[in-house]
């Protein structure tokens, strides 16, 4: 019998990835998103991408505060697991949580292994860690639990068809977006904090700029670690345990430009600014435990995540709402 999986927030970025590799994977995938952030379009096209898979998704546009739409819910399925990715409650037994990099702070060196001691330079890393130690008191006040926290680092890149991807809402965030828009000519050019850094780019000369390191990791590669983790929940053993997923490679800001460049055919145009407040040098993950224990190791570079990126940014110019 598959197993049946409450996604919460799984029209978003990252989720929209997960539930079509779930999909896939045969599981039956009930999404819970408010749309917030987000577009009922993800979704729908998650359903035509995963063919005859796509009748096991059910979608429920649901506040995850209205408690009683909730209860509803839970009253209705049966589910084995949940997959957290909206940044409210947490429901279930067994639960995946989107953790991220931002826990290690500023690292004092790298790679980051999962036992790096924990700190938060900026209210969003706060917010995780202690969201992932609420979860490790769960786990140690009911055994019951089965929880993995899984460590993001930079997710990036969109399914290969070119059909879901990254729209966030009013001004990005994230590097990647920013190239985009660059790309597509919705920005005059691209920002690049960090001109007091010198780090592997800082080669000196005049022109000393850097850049900071990210472990960019491909949003499918990044779905299938939850698949991976779902598996790893089935182990009787597990309490709470956390996973970085990344690649293990560090890429400067440059880098990536220069592959998109390559990918895209399209020449960003650059604006070289100062730091940006909380932001850390140079963090990249350690791999080692994801692919012992999870078995799961990211199989794409930056070369397939900007061709994807691009692939996306040019079918979508304005995310789901194109035309
Ligand atoms: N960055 C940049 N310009 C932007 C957005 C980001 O130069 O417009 C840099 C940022 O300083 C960092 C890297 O790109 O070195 C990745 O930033 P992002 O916000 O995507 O991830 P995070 O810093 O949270 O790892």
Known sequence: MSKTILVTGGAGYVGSHTVLQLLLSGYKTVVVDNLDNSSDVAPKRVKELAGEFGRNLSFHQVDLRDRPAIQKIFAQTKFDAVIHFAGLNAVGESLVFSSSAAVYGWPKKVPCTEEFPLSAVNPYGRTKLFIEEICRDLRNSDSQWKIILLRYFNPVGAHPSGHIGEDPRGTPNNLMPFVQQAAVGRLQALTVFGKDYATKDGTGGPFLVSFRVRDYVHVV????????????????????????????????????????????????????????????EVIYASIKKAETELKWKAKYGIEEICEDQWNWASKNPFGYGSP
């Not at 779905?223 to 991976?228: F, S, Y």
């Not at 220069?258 to 650059?270: D, N, Q």
């Open 221 to 280: 590669d990044l779905a299938d670690g939850h698949i991976a983790a779902l598996k790893k929940l089935s182990d009787p053993k597990r309490g709470c345990e956390v996973y970085n997923l990344g690649t293990g490679k560090g890429t400067s800001v440059l880098e990536m430009v220069t592959a998109f460049e390559k990918a895209s055919g399209k020449k960003i145009p650059l604006q070289i600014a100062g730091r940006r407040p909380g932001d850390s």
